[in-house]
């Protein structure tokens, strides 16, 4: 059996003429009538009849006539994975913290390599780094707190990565702009002692609460998403924690619904980095382009 059998039997089937269709197929009808037969001997059934409405399917044959639209609904989708592969070597595949601002790495990629495509995964803090060798992604932009670099830099050895630093920050406090506090310019802790803090449930904001909760009159309360984070957030029934200049091109920011404030009598520092795999045989063309132009702008940590 060959597919120009079906393609033949689908096109009498269609014009419901064995002459229309030979002269679509630009055949005689004499190859087509013997493809057709051949086709019918193989399969050991009558596929077509003759009727007032011309040559139609036999049941089976009707039968045979749906099943090829299904063959050749698959074969079409075959004939477009060059172009969806070429489109995936084209493609950054990158993870991401939640606390990090999307809008900025998305402006990082367009800015390097206008011509790329970006896919973006959310994976928390205590993940990210050793996934990376067994993940569908290859890149990884998080951040650490100044004094936990060290232990970055271990996880970093331990699975091959190369890490690169984009810049040092310090957390802030995200709030609702209709909250009390929105009006000052810096708060102090003495400002914030008594407010709700929620966080990302996940090892960076552990160490980060460790580092607050001391002058917290109330608990910590943990969720697991980053949109139930804003809404809580949103409705001033919360604060959180953010770095401060990774959050200004965030989109609540830029549209005054959330406010970012300094804390003007406790800093903690934070730093941006990038890490990727060392071998370059985890990374598809456009990464290694990408990787490329980020090693010339950031300088390494290891």
């Not at 959310?122 to 067994?134: H, K, N, Q, R």
């Not at 770095?243 to 959330?258: G, S, V």
Request: proline residues 3%; negative net charge.
């Amino acid at each position: 059996m060959y597919l120009e059998q079906l393609r033949y039997f689908t096109e009498v089937i269609e014009t419901k003429s064995m002459n229309r269709a030979a002269q679509n197929l630009y055949l005689s009808q004499s190859t087509l009538s013997t493809a057709i037969s051949s086709l019918e001997n193989e399969l050991g059934v009558k596929l077509l009849k003759r009727s007032n409405q011309g040559v139609i399917a036999t049941e089976i044959g009707e039968k045979l006539y749906h099943d090829i639209q299904q063959i050749f609904y698959i074969i079409d989708a075959w004939q477009k994975y060059p172009s969806l592969e070429m489109k995936l070597m084209n493609t950054v595949k990158v993870a991401v913290t939640p606390t990090i601002n999307n809008a900025r790495i998305n402006q990082l990629i367009t800015m390097l390599l206008p011509q790329i495509n970006m896919r973006s995964y959310d994976v928390y803090g205590e993940y990210i780094l050793s996934s990376i060798p067994t993940s569908e992604y290859n890149i990884v932009i998080s951040y650490c707190l100044a004094h936990h670099k060290e232990h970055l830099l271990q996880l970093a050895k331990r699975n091959g990565l190369r890490v690169l630093k984009i810049e040092d920050d310090e957390l802030g406090v995200l709030l609702s702009k209709n909250d009390p506090l929105a009006e000052y310019d810096t708060l102090s802790i003495n400002d914030l002692k008594n407010r709700q803090v929620t966080l990302l449930n996940d090892e960076e904001n552990g160490i980060i609460e460790n580092h607050f909760k001391k002058f917290f009159s109330l608990p910590f309360y943990h969720v697991r998403s980053t949109e139930r984070l804003i809404a809580m957030t949103l409705n001033a029934s919360s604060i959180t924690f953010c770095p401060l200049q990774n959050f200004l091109d965030e989109y609540y920011i830029k549209n005054n619904l959330l406010l970012c404030k300094p804390i003007a009598d406790f800093k903690v520092k934070i730093t941006a980095y990038i890490a990727y795999m060392r071998d370059p045989s985890y990374l598809n063309s456009a990464e290694k382009l990408f990787i490329s132009h980020l090693e010339e702008i950031f300088g390494s940590l290891n």
